[in-house]
């Protein structure tokens, strides 16, 4: 349903910025909020930022905010994390996920809400 792309090294320094884009496919791409997670090492899965169906309304992490940008192009089928002033601690394996929703504002936060996930790709930060 989904893959997703790195534009850009999947190893970064300390303060570095880096795009991850994940592409949809064989679903109604409009109808579905989206999302991205991350899980570093050792950790669980966490939320990072979500924006709902029309691109309305975008809601991020606290630890996030600031510095990541999500953005989506239904006409593309396309979903983007823009990552700024990256940190060592956003090292993780990132996933793009999909919510179906009728509402175009409608965003979650909660894992348990999406109904696809992408196979998931890795950001390393050095310090």
């Known amino acids: 349903r989904f893959s997703c792309r790195r534009l850009g090294e999947g190893l970064v320094q300390d303060g570095g910025s880096l795009r991850l884009s994940c592409a949809a496919s064989?679903?109604?791409?409009?109808?579905?909020?989206m999302n991205w997670f991350r899980q570093a090492p050792g950790k669980e899965r966490e939320f990072v930022a979500a924006?709902?169906?029309?691109?309305?309304?975008?809601y991020y992490a606290d630890s996030v905010k600031g510095r990541f940008t999500i953005s989506r192009d239904n006409a593309k089928k396309m979903v983007y994390l823009q990552m700024n002033s990256l940190k060592p601690e956003d090292t993780a394996v990132y996933y793009c996920?999909?919510?179906?929703?009728?509402?175009?504002?409608?965003?979650?936060?909660?894992?348990?809400?999406?109904?696809?996930w992408g196979k998931g790709t890795l950001v390393t930060v050095s310090s």
């Open positions: 924006i709902s169906w029309s691109g309305f309304n975008t």
């Open positions: 064989g679903l109604s791409f409009s109808n579905y909020a």
């Open positions: 996920a999909a919510a179906r929703t009728g509402a175009s504002t409608f965003v979650t936060t909660a894992s348990g809400d999406m109904d696809y």
